[in-house]
Every structure is written in structure tokens, then in C-alpha cells.
């Protein structure tokens, strides 16, 4: 059973064979774990992207057109996921935004700490104002009403991709200011 080809498998699948999906996993598991290592150096993540990725695969694999190798479009998929996972987790790590808008108890802050945070606060939002309109909308649905992008692409109506671009752009913009910000102090 296990020398089926990839065609035949996903032949199989499309014909309603779920077990023809399993072996697939097995087949290909370890390869995508490791094509999402070179890009994301933590093992669970790493984990995390090949779980995301047989997860999209399974949701996909009934249109599959076979343009392309099984492992070709796999390795497609885990290239995807893991970049997008990897800028999420720059923007995380690079721009900790939610520890600057906290609510603390000033009595618990040192009062110098507490200064640098109302001057970060200050600059995130100096920041913000400066975006170009749409960056601006984007971010602000996105991060502070913490909307997911297909409520916000409805609102704006406008496409996803597009959205998700202009919110990495503005990430990005405001990461720059506040590092210009700093280098002047």
C-alpha cells in the first residue's frame, strides 16, 4: 500500500480514499518540517507550520491540479506559512506595541520607567498620525480593535492581500519613526 505514487494518492483522496491523505503525511511529514526549520529556527514553530500546512493541504487537496509536483506544492505551501509566520513573529518580537499601552499601577512603576512609557505611548501615537490614510485605517481596525482582515477588508472594502500589505507598511513606518525618535535623544 505504501509504494502508491503521489498521483495515485491523491487520486485516491479526491475520490474520497481519507487514507490516502494519511500516507501523504507520513510520506512528506519530515520533509516539511525540515523545509520550515531553514526558515524558522524554533522547533515548535516549526511544528506549528508543518501542523498549518497539512491542515491547508487537506482543505486543498480535493482541487489539486497537478500542475505541479505533490512535494512541489507542499514545499509551496510550507514556504508560504513559514515566512508568514516568521513576520508576525518579527513584528511581535521587533514592536511589543501592547506593553506600551498597558494600564499600570504608577505606584507599582518606577517613576523614570513610567516616563518612558508615556514618552513611547507619545511617539507610537505621533506615529500613527502620520500614516497615509489607509495604512492608518488598517492598522488602527487591525491592532487596537483587533479585527481580523476579512471583517476590515469588508469595511474598507478592499482586498485582504492588499490590507495585509498596507499593515505591514505601516508596522514598518512606525518602527522607523520611533527608532528615529530614539537615535535623536
Not at 42 to 62: G, I, P
Not at 77 to 92: C, G, P
Not at 142 to 152: A, G
Amino acid at each position: 500500500m505504501t509504494d502508491r505514487t503521489d498521483v495515485e494518492l491523491v487520486q485516491q483522496f479526491q475520490n474520497g480514499d481519507e487514507s490516502a491523505f494519511n500516507h501523504i503525511v507520513r510520506r512528506y511529514q519530515e520533509k516539511v518540517y525540515w523545509v520550515a526549520r531553514r526558515y524558522v529556527t524554533d522547533h515548535d514553530v516549526a511544528d506549528e507550520v508543518t501542523q498549518e500546512v497539512f491542515c491547508k493541504a487537506y482543505e486543498s487537496l480535493r482541487g489539486f491540479r497537478k500542475d505541479s509536483s505533490l512535494y512541489t506544492w507542499l514545499y509551496r505551501i510550507t514556504v508560504n506559512i513559514a515566512l508568514n509566520s516568521l513576520r508576525r513573529q518579527k513584528i511581535r518580537e521587533y514592536f511589543r506595541i501592547e506593553e506600551m499601552f498597558e494600564v499600570e499601577d504608577v505606584q507599582a512603576v518606577a517613576p523614570d520607567e513610567a516616563l518612558e512609557r508615556q514618552e513611547q505611548r507619545t511617539l507610537i501615537n505621533e506615529a500613527v498620525a502620520r500614516l497615509p490614510e489607509k495604512q492608518k485605517a488598517v492598522f488602527v481596525l487591525r491592532y487596537f480593535e483587533e479585527l481580523p482582515y476579512e471583517d476590515i477588508a469588508k469595511i474598507l472594502k478592499t482586498s485582504v492581500g492588499g490590507l495585509k500589505a498596507n499593515y505591514f507598511h505601516a508596522v514598518k513606518k512606525i518602527q522607523e519613526y520611533v527608532k528615529r525618535a530614539h537615535a535623536t535623544h
